[in-house]
């Protein structure tokens, strides 16, 4: 979970990939916080598109209600968070906050 936070809080997208390619769990929890909750609250919007790809499932009305906080800085962090928010109310996650 580190190393994985380390990539993304520093944009490192290589390392990701990385643990990606070497079985990372994309799921585990650490402290109450995933990788995809911990790519929310930095608003790193694609990544968290991109571990759901991956079959990410853990708590994701959690994970809603996260990105529904998370602060964009941009028009494209804007779209990105609202492409995401219409991904999990697809499969019926909406905002609880």
Same mark, same amino acid.
């Given at each position: 979970m580190?190393? *994985?936070? *380390?990539g993304i809080e520093h944009e490192d997208m !290589?390392? $990701? !990939?990385?643990l990606?390619?070497?079985?990372a769990d994309i799921n585990q929890e !650490?402290?109450?916080r995933t990788i995809a909750t911990f790519a929310a609250a930095l608003a790193r919007f694609e %990544?968290? !598109?991109? @571990?759901?790809d991956r079959? $990410?499932?853990?708590?994701?009305?959690?994970?809603?209600? @996260? %990105?529904e906080l998370g602060q964009v800085y941009s028009s494209e962090q804007a779209e990105?968070?609202?492409?995401?928010?219409?991904?999990?109310?697809?499969?019926? *996650?909406?905002?609880? %906050?």
């Open positions: 580190r190393a *994985f936070a *380390f !290589q390392n $990701y !990939q990385t990606l390619k070497a079985g !650490q402290e109450g %990544v968290v !598109q991109d @571990i759901l079959g $990410y499932d853990n708590n994701l009305q959690h994970l809603t209600d @996260i %990105v990105a968070k609202a492409r995401l928010l219409k991904r999990l109310s697809n499969r019926g *996650f909406w905002p609880d %906050v």
